[in-house]
């Protein structure tokens, strides 16, 4: 029987790194689940694909945050704030996600944080010296 699977070796990230995310995407599901005011009525099975969703969305932006917080000196202050919201994110990202309104919630909130991270370390940046 043959596989129709290619496994890619990229230990540099490299794949990754150049593969945009879809940001808008992941901004409507992070505001429909902190949307929810009450158990949204879902099976825990659904919450816990929610939960699965957001958890590999929170693994995508901590790497991109993690790349552009190398991009700055060690003693900037965005980067030691970038430090802090990735230490939360892989505390959090340590225990598997549950079938939970609470825990969907949670990895939302990750996500948002650290999507808010990334922007300030974008702008916080140097601009790529210009050639003359």
Avoid: F, N
Wanted: proline share 8%; hydrophobic share 45%; aromatic share 2%.
């Amino acid at each position: 029987m043959s596989s129709t699977h290619l496994v890619l070796h990229d230990p540099e990230g490299r794949l990754e790194a150049e593969l945009p995310l879809d940001r808008e995407l992941h901004k409507a599901l992070v505001k429909a689940v902190l949307g929810w005011t009450a158990v949204p009525g879902l099976p825990p099975a659904d919450l816990h694909q929610i939960a699965l969703l957001l958890t590999g969305v929170t693994r995508a932006v901590a790497a991109d945050v993690r790349r552009a917080a190398d991009l700055l000196p060690e003693d900037h202050a965005a980067r030691a704030l970038a430090d802090v919201v990735l230490g939360e994110a892989d505390r959090r990202l340590s225990v598997p996600p549950e079938g939970t309104v609470r825990c969907a919630q949670g990895h939302a909130r990750l996500v948002r944080a650290l999507y808010e991270r990334l922007d300030r370390l974008v702008s916080a940046a140097p601009e790529p010296a210009k050639a003359p």
